[in-house]
C-alpha cells in the first residue's frame, strides 16, 4: 500500500493561488493514475481533477477548469494541484488518491488516500 501525504494548504484571500503537492512513500505511483478530492464542511468529498499515469490523460472538474492545473512527477514520487484565482467556494480540505483504474472521477475507484491539507480561502 503506498502512503501519500498533502502539503501547501493554508489560508488566502480570493485571487490568490496555492499549489498543494502530495508525496507518495512505500512503492511508486508511477503505475497509477492519481487524482485530488476535495470536501467541504457538510458537504460530501467531491472530485477535483485526475492524471493518468503517463500524464497523457487529465480531466478536471467543470467548477475549476481554467483554474487549476494537476500535473505528476514519477521521478520524484510526487503530484501537484496548481490553484490560481481561488474562490471562497474552493475552501476544503483537499485530498490526493491513487487507483489503479485508468483515470477516473469516482472515489470507490481510489484505494489508498493522504490526510488531506486544509485550504482556506477568504472573500
Known amino acids: 500500500q503506498v502512503q501519500l501525504a498533502e502539503s501547501g494548504g493554508g489560508l488566502v484571500q480570493a485571487g490568490d493561488s496555492l499549489r498543494l503537492s502530495c508525496a507518495a512513500s512505500?512503492?511508486?505511483?508511477?503505475?497509477?493514475?492519481m487524482a485530488w478530492f476535495r470536501q467541504a464542511p457538510g458537504k460530501e468529498r467531491g472530485f477535483v481533477a485526475a492524471?493518468?499515469?503517463?500524464?497523457?490523460?487529465?480531466s478536471y472538474e467543470d467548477s475549476v477548469k481554467g483554474r487549476f492545473t494537476i500535473s505528476r512527477d514519477n521521478a520524484k514520487n510526487t503530484v501537484y494541484l496548481q490553484m490560481n484565482s481561488l474562490k471562497p467556494e474552493d475552501t476544503a480540505v483537499y485530498y490526493c488518491?491513487?487507483?489503479?483504474?485508468?483515470?477516473?472521477?469516482?472515489?470507490?475507484?481510489?484505494?489508498?488516500w493522504g490526510q488531506g491539507t486544509q485550504v482556506t480561502v477568504s472573500s
Open positions: 488518491a491513487a487507483s489503479a483504474y485508468i483515470i477516473t472521477k469516482i472515489a470507490t475507484h481510489y484505494n489508498s
Open positions: 492524471i493518468s499515469w503517463n500524464s497523457e490523460n487529465i
Open positions: 512505500g512503492r511508486s505511483i508511477s503505475g497509477s493514475s
